[in-house]
């Protein structure tokens, strides 16, 4: 790991990306979505949406945010 950058278990963003996996699971589950489809629509790997979703990600993209914010039709606000 290269000096300076916290494990994930130690990230100070920890809470938030648990955050951000619930409400962007509800916001897919509101919309009859599943991963796949959401990924497909939103153009980001499958597996990039999985673990978004599951917590494992705890910095995503700012431009892979705005495209599942698109994909689901809300504003970027909506995954805080």
């Not at 978004?52 to 995503?60: A, F, H, L, N, Q």
């Amino acid at each position: 790991m290269p000096a300076g950058r916290s494990r994930r278990e130690n990230s100070r963003f920890r809470g938030e990306a648990e955050v951000l996996a619930i409400r962007l699971r509800a916001l897919r589950g509101d919309r009859g979505l599943t991963q796949e489809q959401l990924a497909g629509r939103a153009r980001v790997a499958v597996s990039t949406l999985r673990k978004i979703e599951s917590g494992r990600v705890i910095e995503p993209g700012y431009f892979t945010m705005l495209a599942l914010a698109n994909a689901l039709g809300v504003d970027l606000r909506e995954f805080a």
